[in-house]
């Protein structure tokens, strides 16, 4: 197994990976992002997307991607200093328990560390047992307390758009 970076060759099985995650939480619907964008988040001229790929040594050349992390970086004022957000962690469903799931976790801390970064923190679905057991068992905690509001399309716009007070 390898851990790298996400090359430009890669966007499409991660698009697909995406895809794939959207259907294990049960939303294949809100999963619109395209090649294109993601190419662009990733490798245009001020890229505020990063990444890394699992790619299993399945006798193709290569290697097949069937692992992602999709992480971004973020900022503590309480600790004055940058964090990863992880947006998406996923391996493909035949190649769970392999590890792989945990050394993308792993190099994501990793490079928090090497940077200085405090933090690497994610969401996660609170009926995703087996994700939320992966995540304890590296030793993450869950921020009880917290809530996760979002505000997305009409209501985004409907936002932007209220009369100024």
């Known amino acids: 197994m390898t851990v790298r970076p996400i090359r430009p060759d890669d966007v499409p099985a991660v698009v697909g990976l995406v895809r794939e995650l959207a259907e294990y939480e049960e939303a294949p619907d809100e999963a619109r992002m395209t090649e294109e964008q993601l190419h662009a988040a990733l490798f245009g ?3 505020a997307l990063f990444g890394h ?3 299993a040594d399945d006798g193709v050349a290569g290697g097949q991607v069937v692992g992602m992390a999709v992480w971004f970086l973020n900022f503590s004022t309480w600790r004055g200093t940058h964090g990863v957000y992880l947006e998406d962690l996923y391996v493909q469903p035949q190649h769970r328990g392999s590890g792989l799931g945990r050394e993308l976790l792993r190099t994501l801390a990793e490079l928090c560390v090497q940077r200085g970064y405090r933090r690497l923190e994610w969401s996660v679905l609170d009926w995703n047992t ?3 057991d992966f995540y304890r068992a590296a030793g993450a905690v869950p921020m009880d307390g917290w809530t996760v509001f979002r505000l997305t399309d009409d209501a985004l716009a ?8």
């Open 45 to 47: 001229d001020s890229p």
């Open 53 to 55: 790929v699992a790619v």
């Open 130 to 132: 087996p994700s939320i």
């Open 158 to 165: 409907a936002f932007a758009a209220a009369d100024r007070r």
